[in-house]
């Protein structure tokens, strides 16, 4: 079974300041990882994933993640915070191929807020 | 443009009263899922597809049911909607293979009085 838990319900930063919100997962298998984010009143969307290829990954926007197995972490970055980062953040974790009742895994959300 | 369509994006209805929200994808994915997203819960799935006229529970799937007729639509059903299925509800699609990830639609809110 997999699971995935997001360390911050809430994580504040000030513009221009790095973001890192933090991402626990568990499972049996090489799992793949995603973070999609949503912003108000929107739906999901993919800002990277990790699927055993290179450890870090970049995605859109300046977020990168790490892929770290000792740790079962796979934190999200952004070195400078802009004021349209402001949304939920997911953490999702998935076992090998196939979608199923064990897809996809989300963890539970971080809200990200960016001060002025 | 490729994407997941949802309809309605807003729904308020009585208990008891049948409903149905309407899911269309157009990039021919095999693979669909219904998800619902409760404060503090994240997302949870319902149901989902592997391919037309295959569908399977989720974690959550009492109270609502599915169908798979055609590849490009997955309507999500309620047929005797209780205040407890008052959420936000989202369709995903995706090639079958997780690793290439999910496209969402924009949601429908339902509230159920």
């Known amino acids: 079974a997999q699971s995935v838990t997001q360390l911050d319900s809430h994580v504040s930063v000030s513009e221009g300041t790095p973001v890192l919100l933090r991402c626990n997962y568990s499972?049996?298998?090489?799992?793949?990882l995603f973070w999609y984010v949503q912003h108000p009143n929107k739906g999901l969307q993919l800002l990277l994933k990790?699927?055993?290829?290179?450890?870090l990954v970049k995605g859109i926007n300046g977020f990168e993640a790490e892929f770290k197995k000792s740790e079962t972490s796979f934190h999200l970055t952004k070195p400078s915070a802009h004021m349209s980062d402001a949304a939920e953040y997911f953490c999702?974790?998935?076992?090998?191929?196939?979608?199923?009742?064990?897809?996809?895994?989300f963890g539970k959300g971080t809200h990200l807020i960016i001060q002025p | 443009e490729a994407q997941v369509t949802q309809n309605p994006r807003y729904l308020i209805t009585v208990t008891g009263k049948k409903l149905t929200v309407t899911c269309s994808q157009n990039?021919?994915?095999?693979?669909m899922s219904w998800y619902r997203q409760d404060p503090g819960l994240g997302l949870r799935q319902i149901y989902y597809?592997?391919?037309?006229?295959?569908?399977d529970k989720g974690d959550v799937p009492e109270g609502y049911k599915v169908s798979r007729k055609e590849k490009r639509n997955f309507p999500l059903i309620l047929e005797s909607p209780s205040p407890n299925q008052t959420s936000l509800y989202f369709c995903?699609?995706?090639?079958?293979?997780?690793?290439?990830?999910?496209?969402f639609g924009s949601g429908t809110r339902l509230t159920v009085v």
């Open positions: 499972s049996s298998y090489s799992p793949s």
């Open positions: 995903a699609s995706s090639w079958t293979g997780t690793a290439y990830g999910y496209t």
């Open positions: 597809s592997m391919n037309v006229e295959v569908t």
């Open positions: 999702v974790v998935s076992e090998g191929e196939g979608g199923g009742a064990d897809g996809l895994t």
């Open positions: 990039m021919n994915h095999e693979y």
């Open positions: 990790y699927t055993s290829a290179a450890t």
